[in-house]
């Protein structure tokens, strides 16, 4: 499975940005995972933002977002998005999209349990 994340730029306080995540892999592969974003602020540690299961559609995510941002999937496109909206400076960092090859079992926030990554998508949000 390979993913690439696009979408990010500069957009000012209280402003949207959609994110997307392209992925790679065989429908009967991907129904197994899921799909997670995660994101690195300037000199902070990479951390968890929201995580979908490619199958069904269950969702998980931080408190931090909860509210608003929305993750959601398009399985024809094998694409994730993330929504962003009533961004804040806090939410500056670049974004991640990463796979959990057993996110069919349960949906996880921690780090080491993605195996494959994309490369990130800078988000800028002035004040």
């Known amino acids: 499975v390979q993913l690439q994340a696009s979408g990010g730029g500069l957009v000012q306080a209280g402003g949207s940005l959609n994110l997307s995540c392209a992925v790679s892999?065989?429908?009967?592969?991907?129904?197994?995972?899921?799909i997670g974003w995660f994101r690195r602020p300037p000199e902070k540690e990479r951390e968890f933002v929201a995580a979908?299961?490619?199958?069904?559609?269950?969702?998980y995510y931080s408190d931090s977002v909860k509210g608003r941002f929305t993750i959601d999937r398009d399985n024809d496109k094998n694409m994730v998005y993330l929504q962003m909206n009533g961004l804040k400076p806090e939410d500056t960092a670049v974004y991640y999209c990463?796979?959990?090859?057993?996110?069919?079992?349960?949906?996880?926030?921690?780090?080491?349990?993605?195996?494959?990554w994309g490369k990130g998508t800078l988000v800028t949000v002035s004040s």
């Open positions: 990463a796979a959990d090859r057993t996110g069919y079992y349960r949906l996880q926030r921690i780090r080491n349990g993605y195996e494959n």
């Open positions: 892999g065989r429908t009967e592969t991907l129904n197994r995972y899921a």
């Open positions: 979908i299961r490619w199958s069904g559609g269950s969702t």
